[in-house]
């Protein structure tokens, strides 16, 4: 028997019978190659291509499925689920937790920032590492839109409280340190305030002030409200939760997590999975760029009120 299946069909365009073929050895059966003819015939008389779409391949990976949002506001940050992969449990079993502990040296500035979406208590650390880093001899500016909000009510009364970004305050931080040799410790704390990316003196402050004895904390939902001038100039990052997938691997993985442990070694949806699962508890991260390391703490029960 032949081993080539022939087909002809008419060609509208040319006004002739024309013939298809193929050779029988490439299809599991004989029955197989007729249909694949008969199916591009049908396709020709119809005006298309010979062959159809080629379909894409699928992934050989098995792509965790990861959730995209909240539903909403009520949803228990608890109860958002994240599949474990074999990789990720591996990477979980070395997991060890450290103590909050910064390195934060009083004779200069220093320049925090936290990350983390709305309702992840990243004003409840903010408040910490005040009471713990910051609550002697230091003369600390707090600006947020809405400071005078129930959060802020156990703020120590002696910290100067603004709805609003002061750049004045902080051009004459500068001046005083400047006349003064640096006797004060200044403290500017930016909670959410969204709209001064490109500020002279919030660049300054990241860059420069430092060096005048003025440390920085910011806490915004989104990396790219803040410069990458800034991002890059941040001694130490702090993440906590974020709701979407996207967020984690544009804001934590791709420009800060991505190559340490435990994310160096897994896949990209593995290090998303992971952080989502780790950071769903409210656990947290910190990144201490001057000395390339990267802990992860607890946060304690105690704080987790919602």
């Not at 499925?65 to 958002?80: A, F, Q, R």
């Not at 990789?87 to 060890?96: F, N, Q, T, V």
């Not at 970004?165 to 969204?194: C, E, G, H």
């Not at 070694?265 to 769903?280: E, F, P, Q, R, V």
Request: hydrophobic content about 35%.
């Amino acid at each position: 028997m032949s081993k080539v299946v022939r087909l002809s069909y008419w060609d509208p365009k040319t006004a002739k019978n024309k013939y298809l073929q193929v050779n029988v050895d490439k299809f599991a059966s004989r029955e197989e190659a007729k249909k694949y003819l008969t199916d591009k015939r049908d396709r020709l008389k119809k005006g298309l291509s010979e062959d159809p779409p080629k379909e894409e391949k699928k992934e050989e990976e098995k792509k965790v499925e990861l959730p995209k949002e909240l539903p909403n506001d009520e949803t228990n940050l608890m109860d958002v689920q994240v599949d474990i992969t074999p990789e990720m449990s591996a990477a979980l079993a070395k997991l060890k937790y450290s103590d909050f502990n910064l390195k934060i040296t009083p004779k200069t500035g220093t320049s925090i920032t936290l990350f983390g979406a709305s309702k992840s208590f990243k004003t409840t650390l903010l408040k910490r590492i005040l009471e713990q880093y910051y609550s002697k001899d230091c003369i600390i500016l707090l600006c947020a839109e809405n400071v005078h909000a129930e959060i802020y009510d156990d703020i120590p009364k002696n910290i100067i409280k603004l709805d609003h970004y002061a750049p004045a305050l902080i051009q004459s931080m500068y001046m005083i340190n400047k006349k003064l040799n640096n006797k004060y410790r200044f403290v500017v704390i930016l909670d959410d305030i969204i709209d001064k990316k490109s500020d002279h003196y919030l660049e300054k402050l990241y860059l420069t002030l430092r060096n005048s004895r003025i440390s920085i904390i910011t806490s915004l939902q989104n990396i790219q409200l803040l410069k990458s001038t800034a991002r890059g100039n941040s001694n130490i990052v702090i993440f906590r939760k974020f709701n979407q997938a996207k967020a984690v691997e544009n804001y934590a993985m791709d420009e800060y997590l991505k190559n340490f442990p435990p994310f160096k070694d897994l896949k990209k949806n593995d290090k998303i999975a992971l952080y989502m699962y780790i950071t769903n508890k409210h656990d947290y991260f910190v990144l201490d760029v001057l000395n390339n390391s990267l802990i992860l703490c607890q946060e304690p029960p105690e704080n987790l009120i919602f």
